[in-house]
């Protein structure tokens, strides 16, 4: 198929796996917000999840497609820029490039080595076990998962609240351009918008920014406590 | 006769004797210059001591010396045709400059676009991907009478601004990918905005972005650095526009 070959072609597919995940952001970070509301919010939203077991499953299957499609095609398409390009100017000046435009690839891998810690710290309880790993039989006063528990213990950890921010950090950068950048791909524009895309991919991103790491803050400083 | 205050500017230049030489900077001293030479007419300058001092002078590409040839493949101080909105190095002049400046001027680079030698470089790949699909077919009869294919005006304006394109080269030569998007958009939109265009439409999308990848163009990442670089002017949104016919093209 010449579609997932063609330039244009893999940057539609680039930019639509791209928006299922920032959709998938959006969505994580309103469910994760329930722990705003203490024990009782968290840990009933993350039992109304597992509840659900072949949507979950359909859901991990539907992201880990997205996923590899996006990881892979930002990977091909990285390296065949770098063989277009010869990158021997000896002075360049960028007019309109960003940080965040030119290291795309390096936010990316950086947020999917995140996904991975991510993933074995609070679902496959890999890391920090003595934290995770006994939250599937530390129930709380309704028989549910205490997640609200892990959760907490973990953020007071100092270092694991580095990460977390950090890899928000690189988030933001990668939507920051990324967002702007799938409406040009995509062609939804006209004159009146597409002034007012890069506007719109930094403060959303931004706002998640603020959002994600307003958790692992509010722990640490211990607003938010056991 | 009126009195110039002349400038003199040293010139880091790329000298390279052919395709496979590896080329180096050289540095020269640019003496006798006035605000009104424009920056081609300072190399000749230059040229012309080399010259009479029986060194070879430097090779750079030049037509028509008044911003629509696109020749004068050169990046100026890191930035394609000089950093100066909307001209060629052909229209930059040395008002822009100051007495004492050091200036970098080298070639395009990218792997599509090899140096021949010095500054020129071969840009026959913008014309294999006009080749590929950057026309339209049309009978070649009688001259039809006027207003007998009704254009609403804000579609010939519209495909006018995609025409400016004067395929120069800088797009691809400022873009971080070298990818050649702009220029292959400007075509694309340009045609698909006029009824002539229509026929040919989805084969021209999918071949002329086949082409520029079969060139050794990179692939479009919107940096946008094109649109700052040209010297024309030509808006981002002409990708967008492209991005959609490529769309549109897969139903067809």
């Not at chain 1, 609200?148 to 950890?157: D, E, G, R």
């Not at chain 1, 890899?167 to 597409?194: E, P």
């Not at chain 2, 590896?22 to 009104?36: D, N, S």
């Amino acid at each position: 198929m010449e579609f997932f070959k063609n330039a244009v072609g893999r940057k539609i597919l680039m930019s639509i796996t791209g928006q299922l995940l920032i959709i998938f952001v959006i969505v994580h970070f309103i469910g994760n917000s329930s722990i705003f509301l203490g024990a009782d919010g968290i840990n009933a939203y993350a039992k109304h999840l597992h509840d659900l077991p072949p949507l979950v499953w359909i859901f991990r299957l539907v992201m880990l497609t997205g996923v590899a499609i996006h990881i892979i095609y930002g990977i091909q398409v990285t390296l065949e820029n770098n063989k277009a390009n010869t990158k021997s100017y000896a002075v360049q000046k960028h007019l309109k490039a960003t940080f965040a435009s030119k290291t795309m690839i390096w936010t990316g891998l950086l947020i999917a080595l995140f996904v991975l810690y991510h993933l074995a710290h609070f679902t496959l309880h890999i890391t920090n076990p003595e934290i995770s790993a006994g939250v599937a039989a530390n129930f709380d006063a309704l028989q549910r998962p205490d997640v609200f528990k892990m959760v907490v213990l973990s953020f007071q950890k100092g270092l694991i609240a580095v990460i977390y921010a950090a890899a928000m950090v690189m988030l933001f950068l990668h939507l920051s351009h990324g967002i702007q950048s799938f409406l040009q791909t995509m062609g939804w524009n006209n004159d009146k918008t597409r002034p007012c895309f890069g506007a719109v991919g930094k403060v959303v991103s931004g706002l998640l920014l603020v959002g994600y790491v307003s958790i692992p803050l509010v722990i640490i400083t211990g607003l938010l406590k056991l | 006769m009126s009195e110039h205050k002349t400038m003199t500017l040293t010139l880091n230049v790329w000298r390279q004797k052919g395709p496979n030489d590896p080329g180096k900077f050289e540095t020269y001293t640019a003496k006798g210059i006035t605000e009104h030479h424009s920056f081609l007419e300072m190399i000749d300058v230059v040229n012309e001591d080399l010259i009479k001092s029986g060194k070879e002078p430097i090779v750079f590409d030049h037509d028509c010396r008044e911003g629509i040839c696109g020749m004068c493949s050169q990046v100026i101080n890191g930035v394609p045709h000089g950093g100066q909105e909307r001209t060629t190095v052909c229209q930059l002049h040395m008002r822009k400059f100051k007495d004492g400046d050091t200036i970098f001027i080298e070639p395009w680079r990218a792997t599509a676009f090899p140096i021949i030698k010095d500054l020129v470089v071969d840009r026959s790949a913008y014309d294999t991907i006009i080749q590929a699909g950057g026309y339209t077919s049309c009978h070649t009869g009688g001259v039809p009478d006027g207003n007998t294919l009704p254009i609403p005006k804000q579609d010939a304006d519209y495909a006018m601004d995609a025409a400016e394109c004067i395929g120069c080269g800088a797009c691809a030569a400022a873009c971080p990918n070298s990818s050649a998007m702009l220029f292959t958009s400007a075509k694309v939109a340009q045609l698909a905005a006029l009824p002539q265009g229509q026929v040919e439409a989805a084969a021209r999308v999918k071949n002329m972005v086949e082409t520029m990848q079969a060139c050794g163009f990179g692939n479009c990442s919107n940096h946008y650095e094109c649109q700052a670089a040209c010297p024309k002017g030509i808006d981002v949104k002409f990708i967008a526009r492209l991005n959609r016919e490529y769309l549109k093209a897969q139903f067809k």
